[in-house]
């Protein structure tokens, strides 16, 4: 499966690629996401990668728990996906998730 968001004219775009299909051929869907999603993958991205950038100088052990902060960003993220996508990622067998580095 493959999710990729991108930024289009009118607000974000969500472009769902998986093997949905009965006969397991791809099959893709372009969803178009309000402004509310997009905020929730911004603030989730912010906080993974204000967290990332502690691992290497050991404010956070690379065994500890996602802070309280990250967790709530992560479940907003999650809550405000399109029904479609949160469909599509429940029946994948495996997922990606490669965001796209902002400035903490």
Do not use: C, H
Request: proline share 7%; aromatic share 6%; charged share 20%.
């Amino acid at each position: 499966m493959v999710v990729l968001f991108e930024q289009g004219m009118f607000g974000l775009l969500i472009f769902v690629v998986s093997g949905d299909s009965r006969d397991g051929s791809p099959q893709a869907q372009l969803i178009a996401a309000d402004p509310e999603v997009a905020n929730a993958l911004d603030s989730l991205s912010r906080l993974a990668e204000i967290e990332r950038a502690k691992l290497p100088t050991g404010e956070i052990s690379q065994s500890s728990d996602a802070s309280e902060a990250l967790t709530a960003a992560a479940a907003r993220a999650w809550s405000v996906l399109p029904s479609e996508v949160r469909a599509s990622v429940l029946r994948a067998s495996t997922v990606f998730y490669m965001p796209t580095p902002v400035d903490p």
